[in-house]
């Protein structure tokens, strides 16, 4: 079965949520939502798009890569993006959100969205591939600080 696409808006959000749930032995819904003062359902937003990363299971455990990602702290934040940029959907709007203008990046990331997610509706393609947009925004800007230092 496919997974959903993340609704997760904040990477950085879910770069957090993720090392929570690697620091925290039977991480729950409820400890997510409270370490970022959510409610449930945006608890699970975030623990989705770690599992859409393959960074833990549905059962909030972490998968052997999230494992091997947990293992060098200081890294975390560079080998998810570096996960991301390699993903087969995000990689192609990573590329055209650094080459494009953001309303051509929006129109060609819906076609995208919808030739992988046909059951999805408009409404819902579009926040996706907004939010997944906003992921490879906030890779970018974090990259431009890496060129300056």
């Not at 620091?23 to 975030?46: G, H, K, P, V, W």
């Not at 076609?111 to 926040?127: C, S, W």
Request: aromatic share 10%; proline share 4%.
């Amino acid at each position: 079965m496919k997974k959903l696409l993340p609704q997760a808006n904040t990477l950085a959000t879910v770069i957090r949520t993720f090392k929570l749930i690697g620091n925290t032995m039977n991480c729950t819904l409820a400890d997510i939502a409270s370490f970022n003062e959510f409610e449930l359902r945006q608890a699970s937003y975030y623990s989705n798009a770690c599992y859409f990363l393959d960074l833990i299971n549905e059962d909030l455990t972490l998968t052997p890569l999230g494992e091997d990602i947990m293992k060098d702290p200081p890294k975390t934040k560079i080998r998810i993006f570096e996960l991301i940029i390699k993903h087969e959907l995000i990689g192609q709007l990573f590329a055209k959100t650094a080459l494009y203008p953001k309303k051509q990046v929006i129109k060609d990331g819906k076609k995208l969205v919808a030739a992988l997610y046909p059951e999805y509706g408009e409404a819902v393609i579009d926040r996706r591939t907004k939010c997944l947009i906003g992921w490879c925004e906030e890779i970018l800007e974090f990259m431009k600080t890496i060129d300056k230092g």
